[in-house]
């Protein structure tokens, strides 16, 4: 049996309001889209001045004014939030959505965001231990009836948190990063999906650090879903995939690894990565996800991979 393979649409909220929101959610979710996720910035790096809406808190609003589709952010900063909190709002999303959310948690990188908002900004290596403490609290939270722990950075102590998340044991948690010595160490412990991201140089070495590092910590690997982040430029015809690669090429840095092509051209890329083990793309679409271009790949391309 074909492994599955599930499509999932990445959309940044920067200068889009909620009703533009909500429009975009109702079309990935009739179009039989797999998930849509936000993304966790105070304003957009790129483009600072546009609005752009706190994520867990439209993140509410979209489970509420959608039916089927799930919703997740790619990624959480683990830096803006108490990770007992964080855990407490997810559950209550996981409740509003009636079991939709996906859970994604990262780092944090966005420097000029943690000054402009008073936070500090550590080393690599410690927002990294900072943020394998809070996978451990965020799991106990969604599981255990009163947990403890105490950390270098965090500690609870018999925090309750009820109800629990619908998803059992809890909702899916994705971690992105791609750092071989700690960060995907902290994926093999506590991740039930990695997502690469787009960046990458290597990615079958990055499989193989990672599946080295599961054998360490006595993960089975199989047990991991992959996911990556995927730049596609997609036209109907080779001159509109021209066109819309003038844009494409210069989203940097999701241009290295960008599919671009006809959609007979998308699908044979995209069964290349499926070989090396991808089992989710979440999209970026060089023309932001028109409309058209969603209802092309989804007519054309996702019943290859049924």
Same mark, same amino acid.
């Given at each position: 049996?074909?492994?599955?393979?599930?499509?999932?649409?990445?959309?940044?909220?920067?200068?889009?309001?909620?009703?533009?929101?909500?429009?975009?959610?109702?079309?990935?979710?009739?179009?039989?889209?797999?998930?849509?996720?936000?993304?966790?910035?105070?304003?957009?790096?790129?483009? /600072?001045?546009?609005?752009?809406?706190?994520?867990?808190?439209?993140?509410?609003?979209?489970?509420?004014?959608?039916?089927?589709?799930?919703?997740?952010?790619?990624?959480?900063?683990?830096?803006?939030?108490?990770?007992?909190?964080?855990?407490?709002?997810? *559950?209550?999303?996981?409740?509003?959505?009636?079991?939709?959310?996906?859970?994604?948690?990262?780092?944090?990188?966005?420097?000029?965001?943690?000054?402009?908002?008073?936070?500090?900004? /550590?080393?690599?290596?410690?927002?990294?231990?900072?943020?394998?403490?809070?996978?451990?609290?965020?799991?106990?939270?969604?599981?255990?009836?009163?947990?403890?722990?105490?950390?270098?950075?965090?500690?609870?102590?018999?925090?309750? #948190? #009820?109800?629990?998340?619908?998803?059992?044991?809890?909702?899916?948690?994705?971690?992105?990063?791609?750092?071989?010595?700690?960060?995907?160490?902290?994926?093999?412990?506590?991740?039930?999906?990695? #997502?690469?991201?787009?960046?990458?140089?290597?990615?079958?070495?990055?499989?193989?650090?990672?599946?080295?590092?599961?054998?360490?910590?006595?993960?089975?690997?199989?047990?991991?879903?992959?996911?990556?982040?995927?730049?596609? *430029?997609?036209?109907?015809?080779?001159?509109?995939?021209?066109?819309?690669?003038?844009?494409?090429?210069?989203?940097?840095?999701?241009?290295? *690894?960008?599919?671009?092509?006809?959609?007979?051209?998308?699908?044979?890329?995209?069964?290349?990565?499926?070989?090396?083990?991808?089992?989710?793309?979440?999209?970026?679409?060089?023309?932001?996800?028109?409309?058209?271009?969603?209802?092309?790949?989804?007519?054309?391309?996702?019943?290859?991979?049924?």
């Amino acid at each position: 049996m074909a492994a599955k393979v599930e499509f999932a649409i990445f959309s940044p909220q920067a200068g889009l309001n909620l009703e533009a929101l909500i429009d975009r959610c109702n079309v990935v979710e009739r179009l039989g889209f797999h998930s849509l996720w936000l993304v966790d910035h105070v304003f957009s790096p790129l483009y /600072p001045d546009l609005d752009h809406h706190e994520c867990l808190a439209l993140l509410s609003a979209l489970a509420a004014r959608t039916g089927s589709i799930r919703l997740g952010i790619l990624v959480l900063c683990n830096s803006f939030r108490n990770p007992a909190l964080t855990a407490k709002m997810l *559950t209550t999303i996981d409740h509003l959505s009636g079991g939709r959310l996906e859970v994604g948690i990262g780092a944090g990188w966005a420097e000029r965001e943690y000054v402009a908002y008073g936070y500090d900004f /550590p080393s690599m290596i410690e927002r990294l231990r900072r943020l394998e403490e809070s996978a451990q609290i965020i799991k106990a939270m969604f599981t255990e009836d009163r947990p403890s722990f105490t950390g270098r950075y965090y500690r609870i102590s018999e925090a309750i #948190n #009820n109800p629990k998340p619908l998803q059992k044991p809890h909702p899916p948690i994705t971690i992105g990063g791609s750092g071989e010595k700690v960060m995907l160490r902290i994926v093999a412990k506590y991740a039930d999906r990695w #997502n690469c991201p787009s960046a990458y140089r290597d990615f079958n070495h990055k499989m193989a650090v990672l599946k080295e590092h599961c054998r360490a910590v006595g993960r089975d690997f199989s047990t991991l879903q992959i996911s990556e982040q995927t730049l596609i *430029t997609l036209g109907r015809n080779e001159a509109e995939v021209e066109e819309k690669w003038k844009v494409g090429q210069k989203m940097k840095p999701f241009a290295y *690894t960008a599919v671009r092509g006809t959609p007979p051209q998308i699908i044979e890329q995209l069964r290349e990565r499926v070989e090396r083990g991808v089992r989710m793309f979440v999209l970026y679409f060089s023309d932001q996800a028109a409309t058209a271009t969603l209802e092309l790949f989804a007519r054309e391309v996702m019943p290859a991979f049924a």
